[in-house]
């Protein structure tokens, strides 16, 4: 089973702030990543697959990139709205995994 | 627009048993794999069953296999989960997922409590 890591378990950064967000595999995946949103009380929502490519409808303030072991996950300029729970997956090996989040908090 | 909508969570007893449903509207539902993907409370996701969109294949988590069973029927674009023998640990919110065919989860339902207690 692939282990997907993410880090921080917390980020608390400040609205107009940018945030990273690091995913680690425990074996190559190549880009079969994506990133997931979470907000309290909501299913997740898909924000990026193929480890860069955005979602329908998703801002241009997510970006993701990284291959192979490592990816990240940046949102360039924090809105109030993108204060949630981020999960990386792999879909690269089954069975499919999930990493276990990272909470962006207002500092 | 896609929408999946689950039903049939609940409490239920430890050794137990419950069926979720989940209805699919807004895409060709036959086209999909779906899954099941859970969420005990304040923890992470942790991906359940696989159903291929023709059902000819199913995958189970190891931590639900011979207990829960996977379904479908195309022709009332409705995806089934049986859970039989449950535990407290399969206290969770259980999501409706469809996948793309690289098995990345595009979209959502809103999700059903289950919940397993004496």
């Known amino acids: 089973e692939v282990v997907m890591t993410q880090s921080p378990a917390t980020l608390s950064v400040s609205p107009g702030e940018r945030a990273t967000l690091s995913c680690r595999a425990s074996?190559?995946?190549?880009?079969?990543l994506a990133w997931y949103q979470q907000k309290p009380g909501q299913a997740p929502r898909l924000l990026i697959f193929?480890?860069?490519t955005r979602a329908t409808g998703i801002p241009a303030r997510f970006s993701g990139s990284g291959s192979g072991t490592e990816f990240t996950l940046t949102i360039s300029s924090l809105q109030s709205e993108d204060f949630a729970v981020y999960y990386c997956?792999?879909?690269?090996?089954?069975?499919?995994?999930f990493g276990g989040g990272t909470k962006i908090e207002i500092k | 627009q896609v929408q999946l909508v689950e039903s049939g969570g609940g409490v239920v007893q430890p050794g137990g048993s419950l069926r979720l449903s989940c209805a699919a509207s807004?895409?060709?539902?036959?086209?999909?794999?779906m899954h099941w993907v859970r969420q005990a409370p304040g923890k992470g996701l942790e991906r359940v069953a696989f159903?291929?969109?023709?059902?000819?294949?199913?995958y189970y988590a190891d931590s639900v296999k011979g207990r829960f069973t996977i379904s479908r029927d195309n022709s009332k674009n409705t995806l089934y989960l049986q859970m039989n023998s449950l535990r407290g640990e399969d206290t969770a919110v259980y999501y409706c997922?469809?996948?793309?065919?690289?098995?990345?989860?595009?979209?959502w339902g809103q999700g059903t409590q289950v919940t397993v207690s004496s």
């Open positions: 997922v469809r996948s793309d065919t690289l098995h990345y989860f595009d979209y």
């Open positions: 807004g895409f060709t539902f036959s086209n999909y794999g």
């Open positions: 159903i291929r969109y023709d059902g000819s294949n199913t």
């Open positions: 074996q190559s995946v190549s880009i079969s």
């Open positions: 193929g480890a860069s």
């Open positions: 997956q792999q879909y690269n090996n089954w069975p499919l995994t």
